[in-house]
């Protein structure tokens, strides 16, 4: 049986060097990154050329970072997803013991092949229906961690050759992830990404049956308001509360948090729209962005180097991380530590390619803006410019009824 983890998250080598030009290196684990997409080019409308774009005097840095919105993927034939859902509790058993290796297959992008036709359209779902006012118009951006991570190596000069969608609803921006299909999968799965996640995290029973859980942030980057949908490895429960509770502010507080972060009743199918295929479930539990980590694991003979995933936290603004040691697949004791400020480490160490980055997509958003028609494809193939073409084929971003919400913004 396949599974939907997202494998291409976790074993993809986000390595940044510490060179003059800040740029990226190349990794080991490049051959898992998705091969691009052999369909033919419609007409170039724009090429990029990363070296002629004018650099900024001000760093570009993320700020005014929240978590708005969060989805879990139910296992299953149907398109099912839980609102908000929640991701796997870091569950470690309680003696460490040997894993198997993975095997079998993995989807390459869990979104895509369990909802082909509008792989983005949960992410606008699950936000409406937890944030019915939440104002649209605002966002300059959205896009998954894959779309923006293929952008940001692009600015860095790593060579690896990328090809995804994009699409103009109102004025907003849509990235859409393109592979050669959908349900392409990973066949040649090596090490313990999968079981050793399987083993030490588990799913909260009211989430039960989930494969994944994709959470939705929204951040300003500089002047660019965007929405960032990843996949979340797990959480990080909290301590159990003491019998008594202090009264005054700090009690008040503490309710202000747990209303916020309360358990939403488990509810039925909720009707998205007559012509959705997307079965949407009110059900789980809010958890802060301060509880989620991401996880690797390597052999305790190949220390893992944080620039590989720094990145990748950094996009996401996942504030914890856990690297998972094992010798033939016994782990001796893994722990989640808190990353937050090699993260903004990160950050300011590489000003220089945060701002051709930043630069980057605004070049980008102008052009889509600029363009009379809505959907394009972006594209790089590793060593020319970026290239900004027309889309021959495909559906919009999302379906009709969500379109209108951008069009009755007008």
């Keep these: 049986m396949l599974s939907y983890k997202d494998s291409n998250y976790r074993r993809r080598n986000w390595g940044v060097s510490s060179g003059a030009r800040g740029g990226f290196r190349q990794g080991s684990a490049s ?25 900024e005097e001000n760093a570009p ?27 796997p509790a870091w569950s470690p058993p309680a003696q460490d013991e040997k894993l198997p290796e993975d095997s079998g297959a993995v989807y390459r992008d869990i979104n895509a ?7 983005l359209e949960p992410v606008v779902r699950s936000l409406l229906a937890l944030e019915p006012d939440f104002k649209l ?18 600015a860095g000069s ?47 029973r009211d989430v039960g049956g989930s494969c994944s859980h994709q959470r939705i942030i929204e951040y300003d980057f500089a002047d660019l308001h965007l929405l960032v949908r990843s ?10 509360p003491h019998a008594t509770v202090s009264s005054g502010s700090e009690g008040n507080v503490q309710t202000l948090i747990d209303q916020s972060f309360a358990k939403l009743e488990v509810g039925s199918a ?36 944080m620039e590989e995933i720094l990145p990748r936290l950094w996009v996401n603004q996942t504030p914890n991380f856990l690297i998972a040691y094992h010798k033939s697949g016994l782990f ?16 300011k160490g590489h000003a220089t390619l945060l701002s051709k980055f930043h630069v980057l997509l605004k070049r980008i958003l102008e052009v889509m803006k600029d363009f009379k028609d809505d959907r394009v494809e972006i594209s790089w193939d590793g060593k020319g410019p970026l290239r900004v073409t027309k889309q021959i084929e495909g559906n919009r971003v999302l379906p009709s009824d969500l379109l209108q919400r951008w069009d009755d913004l007008d």
């Excluded at 005014?64 to 929640?86: E, F, Q, R, T």
């Excluded at 959908?182 to 030490?200: A, M, Q, V």
Aim: aromatic share 10%; net charge negative; with cysteine.
């Design 31 to 55: 051959h898992v990154l998705p091969p691009v997409s052999d369909k033919p080019f419609g007409p170039e409308i724009d090429s990029i050329d990363i070296s002629s774009l004018l650099m």
């Design 270 to 305: 909720t009707a998205v729209s007559d012509n959705s295929k997307l079965d949407l479930r009110m059900q789980g539990v809010k958890k802060p962005q301060s509880q989620i980590f991401d996880m690797k694991t390597r052999r305790h003979l190949k220390t893992f180097d």
């Design 137 to 154: 118009q605002d966002v300059d951006l959205v896009a998954c961690g894959s779309t923006i991570g293929n952008l940001l190596r692009f």
């Design 158 to 204: 790593l060579d690896m050759p990328f090809r995804f969608d994009a699409d103009l609803v109102g004025d907003t921006v849509f990235f859409i992830r393109k592979g050669k299909s959908p349900t392409e999968t990973i066949d040649d799965l090596r090490g313990y990404g999968h079981t050793f996640p399987e083993r030490y995290t588990t799913w909260d």
């Design 332 to 347: 001796d004791n893994p722990q989640v530590s808190n990353v937050k400020d090699k993260v903004l480490e990160w950050e």
């Design 231 to 240: 996949e979340t490895d797990g959480y990080l429960k909290e301590p159990e």
């Design 61 to 87: 840095i993320i700020e005014n970072v929240n978590y708005v919105a969060s989805y879990n993927w139910v296992d299953g034939k149907s398109p099912i997803i839980l609102v908000p859902g929640s991701p």
């Design 113 to 119: 092949a369990r909802y082909p036709d509008y792989p």
